[in-house]
């Protein structure tokens, strides 16, 4: 039996995320659960009792009123998250903030805040915004392009890693006797200067329990793979199907070792929305279910228009040629809005059929009963497709079914823990404390002496 163990995080939607438009009338969910603390802290606490690694924040900063409900009305992720470290004590604590449309100094600030607040559990998802209309909400015309986006973001994580080793770990010497409160001889200003960013510090903070917070990364393209490959600790990654996810896991996981890194310093969490019942058939059914429920085609289009810049498609022909409206996504969607032009553009199809097609029911390899369900887990775990699952569940009962059926079934197999690690994320993600740069070449100074 491996010593692996899977990595489960819960991702919160509130009122329905993409994929969930229609949650919002379910009458298990509040409807305004996506600014409710309460909400919040009770799912939590949930995914806290079931033993799972960390509650993952999705973020982002642009809507128009064809957004998914939950995309209208919800709370930002680093005030959110310092509440619910105040109610846990083993949960990991993964925010997302964009590395275009943030300093990397505020950046630093709060994450390394929020580490200290829950003791040890933060984590940066770094993203570069999808939504190419940000931009005008913080005074530029245009989005940034793909490579001045990941050139941003990997120059913001340096910088902000920069900035947590501002201090060494011993460097608060509080010696009353000696008058001396802090070594001097251990605060470090960066004194960066790159091509994004000139940034001084040193940072007003300390380094907390982890060292440094957990990065995370959420990005599939070619730009976004290269900037996981050299910094990222975790990725939320898509989950679509087992061929596609094990290319993806050995394309990222290849990347590691011209960084010096190995496999083990990467957690890959695969999105799932998994559907659970006490029989194959009926889970299936249930999933179909919940599939048609939300298939409506004025909805469909609305929500299609995303990729493009929140583009509106419904001023177009439906059954004309899919529009010419390649360049409206080059700056922002471009992975998704690429395979959507050239397979419209391949199979000559319409706008409607082009929605149609991009839009059908395909069911998540997460559906059936809790055995089948354990069972295409393990499968995409063991065989190298993912180290973990990033949870899309719907309401807190589905959580409960999953976590009273499913994880039993995976810890039986020696496959999930049956007690937190550690009572940071590091240690529970089984990643390394990174050692403070300045002490880590002090040490080298010495030795070489
Ligand atoms: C599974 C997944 C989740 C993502 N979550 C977010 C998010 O919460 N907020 C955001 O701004 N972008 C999110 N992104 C988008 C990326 O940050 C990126 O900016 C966008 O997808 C365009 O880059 P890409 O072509 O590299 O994917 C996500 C991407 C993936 C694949």
Redesign the pocket.
Known sequence: MTDRKLKIALSVYGVGGPGQHGLWKDDRIPKNASIDIDWYIARARQAEAALLDALFI???QFINATYPAHYLNRLEPLTLLSAIATHTKHLGLIG?A?STYNSPFNLARRFGSLDHISHGRAAW?V?????TGTSRNYGLEDHLD?ST??GRALEAVEVVRGLWDSYEDDAFVADVENDLFLDPTKLHALHHRGEHFRVDGPLNLSRSPQGQPVIFQ????E??KALAGAVAEGI???GEDLQSARAYYADVKGRLAQHGRTWDDLVILV?ATPVIASTDAEAQRLAREIYEADNDFDRKLGAFGRAFGAYDFSQHDLDAPFPDVGELAEN?????SRDIIERAAAEKLSLRETVEAFTEYRPSPFVGSPETVADAIQEWFLGRAADGL?LRTRTPDDLDVFTGTVLPILQERGLFRTEYESDTLRGNLGLAVPENRYAASRAEAALSV
Not at 127 to 131: E, G, L, P
Not at 218 to 221: E, F, K, M, Q
């Open positions: 999705v973020d982002s997302t964009s998802n993203v570069t915004s999808f939504d793909y986006r990941y959420a990005g599939i393209s730009e976004g939320y990654a898509p999105g922002g969607g471009r992975t998704r990033n």
